[in-house]
């Protein structure tokens, strides 16, 4: 068996092997759980290990083909996008599993249904094939539901799971429509993405039909990924649902809608980008300000996290709609790292409810006192929240505030106040409500993550996160030929605009000027670019920067 | 000079990061094992420094921390250390004060339950602002920026159970915060601006010409950083609260070193300002002024020990502020006065909270210094101490803080007049309060029972005492100015004079201002005396009437920003949050669900947990999708 689907099929091998289990044998699901998800994790981290820098190939590659007459084929595969998304997804699982011993009853459904959760999503990110992306997608879409109907908390967790279903089955719907779109639009015949990308790069997509297939994407993954207005699923779902379950479909799942946006929309739709990423960007400060400010109201931990995760989708959106390098390297270390820090937060949630009852933060106070360890990380993951230095948000962050400065100032700046003021108000006001302070008398007898198998998985995701944050490049390295092969059907007209933005925003004396020129090189770099263009970039870049100087 | 030896820098920096990595790991509950680590680690840094400044090394070392590069042009962000002048002396400064704190923690903190996490902390501390001290691009300052903004909030917070310090901390991260915004826009703007990030790159191209709203856009922006790290107005309100910390930390973190690092920044990044048609110097020189007024006039009427110090240092950080900007006024000119205040501002502060600390460790945690009196005859080597440090704070010849705050005054005199009158006020003030608190607290009549059982402190503290006290006297006949002239101006560092000589020059050079500000100095002492010899109350709310009142409410400055943040955030979230819950949540999705109630009532079967009513959903919804694009 190939090392890509060995990674999918351990997890769905497992669901097959615990749906054969009797009922009676309760103690083997989780074992076979544990033991599937951490075989796929020792597979992601193989193939992250072993894969070959500084290259846009796709690695790993399968291909089997299926159904001729549509073009359909079993094609997996990983580049730069999708190696690191793959890694998180299987570490997440693993924490997932682990922190799943809250579950008491229905196990062998639960375990059942977190396998195929698993399978589906690691399916769908290693998927090169329109059919199997979407299929795989669907297929940890839909445990996800069920899972907060069965096993959720609260008194309103039907209403939840079905709010979710009915948001989240539209937003898929409306990327499936736009999915059959570009299939016909493209005109090659096949589902496989990478056929099609190369179809498209001699054959562009009318610019009429991607001005209308783009936004049906754009909002379709937006729906998914909880993209401004279309976010109140996400609290009510996170708020309800049990702590695997979101800490595996905030983390995971959500990250599809944008991996789909990279693979697909950006690199086959270039011109619908162009045109529609200035509303996307429009739409990402609703998720950075409006639910940063929404997340300082909440008087429930489970709600302030369940907003401050849709708040962080923000700098991933910003990142894709700079449509620059730095940006998109920055929008795709985002997301790994958010889905790291979000299945961390929601694990500590999680532990915190099954402990305390409840996760009101009234009813909290100086636990730091009493849960040294849960309490100390869960610090770390707020002040990683608020883009400290150090975990892997930071360069993520900072990476797109860069990238996407010169095309949408503005908004740069507004999402620089939201990273660094409203997530530091309400995750510190969060430490302080539910850690200082003094600790209650009904609380002295909380007990902390006892022994190293408890906190194994929030020690995993915290490590990560730290690896991550100070050795970026072990991220970076591996993303950017990729991320500069998804953007590159852009960069042609990009640049133009650069150069306008920058007119623009410095337009004044010579010298800036000049080096700004320089500025607009870092969008570039594609070779089919203009020849007035691109010696008007290489003069500025030999006057500016000593690197260039193998021009 | 050798490639080899500013490899050197890494020696600084890696013993306090591995100091507080391992404590973390491994000896968060062993306090002897944290604290050999911790002190073993800074001084190892201490001595590197040491070697690094006798050699004279300079030059720059890097390990690449992100670096994009798409073939033309390239985003790198280095961990790139830069060893000059600037740094070295920095280095001395933030590892010989570290030093001697962490050693006095070992007797200030012993017997409480958290040592392990008290010694992480001062270590995370030390590396992060030795990494600002050494940064050589903007990049790595605002990592090092953010982290020393951690261990401060970290260390703020250390006694979490009392609400006063864990709201402190809360609001010195998020003030820190504020200025981190502007900072950040700043870094942003000339990275777009000039396509690097690197200071000596940088100041090249500064150099070569910009348009010309630019470098005062850039520069006020990049100043907003100072205002929040170095409590300038109106970032202030962090930095008395933040007392509420150990006080070994508000001598090393809130007086010595982290609340530098903003004028250590403006120093470092001096260029940006000293660009020909930059307006930021004019507002940094004012706000600095402004502040050391403010701050000089608050500590008037403060009766906490911690808090009439904390005030003092915001006034001093002033000071330094002024220098920066007084320096950017004319072209050409550089902040020596600034750092030379930094650094013996940086001994004699330190001191002074060690000093408080040993008072207060002796009066079991009193510090209301009404509460105080005649600890002169119970703590001696205490008592002597604080008063060198005061007579340096208050600029008494021949003690260092003379010489340093003399240089800023001689520039307010060349470069603007009406600040030179503002600075002299501030010296007045300076010793009004400082002479004040030693009357009251050391000479005066004892107030309360408290001092009658107070004894000298141990060894540990006290040695720590007498070791901070011989730069705070001597600091000025070092020639630390030549040595940071040499910096800006290489070649230009005066030949130092024989020590009659240094004694002198102030007086020579400019006149005027020494002697103004001496004048003052004395004027003030001579005040205090008068008024607090013998009192056992404070006379000055009698004297004064009504205008005691602000001065001892701080001119209500935190109740004036809860106001403002209640009427602008807190509003704006209320109605973020009324409308996600009632607009978008309640009425949009519950209205559409209602509406669509047959949709409703098909997704009900999701709750019977049946996979197939799933499946034949979806294929549902592609063969809709699929007859609509048909039909479209």
């Known amino acids: 068996m190939d090392s890509l689907t060995f990674i999918i099929f351990c997890p769905l091998i497992g669901a097959v092997l615990i749906a054969l289990i009797p009922r009676s044998f309760e103690v083997l699901f989780r074992g076979i759980t544990l033991g599937a998800t951490g075989l796929s994790l020792a597979g992601a981290l193989w193939i992250f290990s072993e894969f070959e820098l500084g290259t846009a190939r796709i690695q790993y590659e399968e291909l089997v083909p299926w159904v001729y007459s549509l073009g359909i084929n079993y094609h997996l595969g990983v580049d730069g996008l999708n190696v690191g998304l793959l890694l998180m997804g299987a570490l997440v699982a693993f924490a997932a599993t682990c922190v799943s011993s809250e579950i008491r009853e229905r196990q062998k459904e639960f375990y059942l249904l977190l396998l195929l959760m698993t399978g589906g999503i690691l399916g769908a990110f290693a998927s090169l094939d329109l059919f199997f992306f979407y299929f795989f997608h669907e297929l940890a879409l839909v445990p996800t539901f069920i899972m907060i109907g069965v096993w959720g908390r609260g008194a309103n967790r039907r209403e939840a799971a079905f709010t979710i279903t009915l948001y989240l089955s539209l937003g898929a719907l409306i990327a499936l429509v736009g999915l059959v779109a570009l299939y016909l639009e493209t005109g090659a015949h096949t589902f496989d993405v990478v056929a099609m990308t190369r179809h498209v790069a001699a054959h562009p997509v009318s610019e009429s039909a991607q001005n209308i297939i783009f936004p049906l994407l754009m909002i379709g993954f937006g729906i998914l990924v909880s993209l401004w207005p279309f976010h109140t699923w996400a609290p009510l779902g996170y708020g309800a649902a049990p702590t695997a379950t979101a800490m595996l479909h905030a983390g995971v799942i959500k990250k599809f809608g944008l991996y789909g946006l990279l693979r697909i929309a950006v690199p086959l739709l270039p011109e619908g980008a162009q045109r529609w990423v200035g509303l996307l960007a429009v739409l990402c400060l609703g998720n950075l300000v409006y639910c940063g400010l929404v997340a300082m109201r909440q008087k429930n931990f489970g709600l302030l996290i369940a907003n401050s995760s849709v708040a962080h989708m923000g700098f991933a959106f910003l990142g894709i709609a700079s449509l620059s390098l730095i940006g998109v390297t920055g929008a795709v270390v985002v997301m790994i790292a958010h889905g790291l820090l979000a299945a961390l937060t929601f694990g500590l949630g999680g532990y915190l409810h099954q402990r305390l009852g409840t996760l009101e933060m009234a009813q909290m106070g100086g636990l730091l006192r009493r849960l040294p360890f849960v309490g100390g990380v869960l610090i770390m993951a707020m002040l990683a929240g608020c883009g400290l230095p150090g975990f892997a948000n930071f360069p993520g962050e900072i990476l797109v505030l860069f990238g996407a400065f010169i095309r949408h100032p503005v908004i740069v700046s507004l999402a620089a106040w939201a990273g660094l003021i409203i997530g530091a108000v309400y995750a510190l006001r969060a430490v302080r409500v539910m850690l200082h302070g003094e600790l209650p008398q009904r609380r002295h007898d909380t007990p902390d993550a006892a022994n190293a198998w408890r906190k194994l998985p929030y020690a995993l995701l915290l490590a990560a996160l730290v690896v991550f944050g100070c050795f970026p490049r072990l991220l970076t390295d591996r993303i950017v030929a990729s991320a500069q092969q998804a953007i590159a059907s852009v960069q042609g007209s990009s640049v133009a605009e650069i150069q306008h933005a920058d007119d623009r925003l410095f337009g004044g004396s010579e010298p800036t000027k000049a080096s700004i020129g320089q500025r607009g090189a870092f969008y570039a770099g594609q070779e089919g670019i203009a020849a007035g263009r691109s010696r008007r970039q290489s003069g500025c870049s030999i006057r500016l920067t000593g690197n260039a100087a193998h021009e | ?632």
Request: contains cysteine; glycine residues 10%.
């Open chain 2, 1 to 632: 000079m050798h490639a080899a030896s500013t490899h050197l820098a890494w020696l600084v920096l890696l013993p306090p990061l591995g100091a507080a990595a391992g404590i973390t790991l491994l000896a968060l509950n062993r306090p002897a094992v944290s604290a050999r680590l911790s002190i073993g680690a800074i001084l190892a840094a201490f001595g590197v420094s040491l070697v690094l400044f006798t050699q004279g090394v300079e030059g720059r070392t890097a390990w690449t921390w992100l670096s994009i590069d798409d073939g033309r042009g390239t985003f790198v962000a280095e961990l790139g250390l830069r060893l000059d002048h600037l740094s070295c002396l920095m280095l001395l400064v933030v590892t010989g004060v570290g030093s001697v704190i962490h050693i006095y923690s070992l007797g200030y903190m012993r017997g409480d339950r958290s040592v392990g996490r008290y010694f992480a902390g001062l270590s995370l501390f030390s590396f992060s602002m030795l990494g600002i001290v050494l940064a050589d691009n903007f990049l790595m300052l605002f990592i090092c920026w953010e982290l020393v903004g951690v261990s401060s909030y970290l260390l703020i917070g250390f006694w979490f159970e009392r609400p006063a310090a864990a709201d402190a901390s809360k609001k010195a991260f998020l003030t820190n915060r504020l200025g981190d915004f502007g900072f950040l826009l700043g870094i942003i703007l000339l990275w777009a601006a000039f396509g690097t990030l690197d200071f000596a790159e940088l100041e090249q191209r500064i150099g070569a010409g910009t348009t010309p709203w630019l470098p005062s856009l850039v520069g006020l922006l990049i100043f907003c950083g100072a205002v929040g790290k170095s409590a300038q107005f109106p970032l202030h309100v962090w930095l008395p609260d933040a007392m509420e910390g150990p006080t070994p930390v508000s001598a090393l973190i809130h007086a010595a070193t982290m609340v530098a690092a903003g004028v250590y920044m403006l120093c470092r990044v001096f260029f940006v300002f000293a660009a020909p048609g930059s307006a930021a110097p004019d507002v940094i020189a004012w706000v600095g002024g402004g502040t050391a007024l403010l701050a000089a006039l608050i500590a008037v009427q403060q009766n906490d020990i911690k808090r009439i110090l904390a005030y003092s240092t915001l006034s001093q950080l002033g000071y330094m502020v002024l220098a920066v900007g007084l320096a950017g006024m004319a072209a050409g000119a550089h902040p020596v006065p600034a750092m030379y205040h930094l650094t013996t501002h940086a001994c004699f502060k330190a001191l002074l909270f060690l000093g408080a600390g040993s008072v207060i460790c002796a009066l079991r945690h009193e510090q209301d210094i009404w509460r105080m009196g005649g600890l002169a005859r119970r703590m001696p080597i205490t008592f002597w101490t604080f008063l060198a440090a005061t007579l340096a704070l208050c600029g008494i010849p021949p003690f260092s803080g003379f010489f340093s705050k003399d240089a800023i005054l001689a520039l307010a005199w060349e470069r603007q007049p009406v600040l030179l009158g503002l600075a002299v006020a501030v010296a007045f003030l300076t010793s009004f309060y400082m002479f004040r608190l030693v009357w009251v607290a050391f000479l005066g009549p004892a107030k309360s029972q408290a001092p009658d059982h107070a004894r000298e402190s141990p060894a540990v503290m006290t040695l720590p005492l007498l070791v901070l006290t011989v730069p705070s006297v001597v600091a000025g006949f070092w020639g630390i100015d030549s040595y940071l002239i040499e910096h800006f101006r290489p070649g230009e560092g005066l030949s130092a004079p024989g020590w009659l000589g240094q004694l002198t020059a102030p007086f020579h050079h400019a006149p005027v201002a020494a002697f103004s500000g001496l004048i003052a100095a004395l004027l003030g002492i001579v005040f205090a005396w008068r008024l607090y010899s013998h009192r056992v109350q404070d006379p000055l709310p009698g004297l004064l009437d009504a205008a005691a009142r602000p001065l001892r409410d701080k001119f209500y400055f935190d109740e004036f920003y809860g106001r403002l943040i209640a009427w602008t955030q807190d509003t704006l979230a209320r109605g973020a949050d009324a409308v996600d819950r009632w607009v978008i949540g309640g009425a949009l999705v519950k209205g559409a669900s209602g509406s669509i109630e047959l949709c409703g009532r098909l997704l009900r079967l999701v709750q019977t947990g049946s996979l197939q009513t799933y499946a034949f959903l979806f294929v549902l919804g592609a063969v809709v999708a699929i007859v609509l694009m048909l039909g479209w």
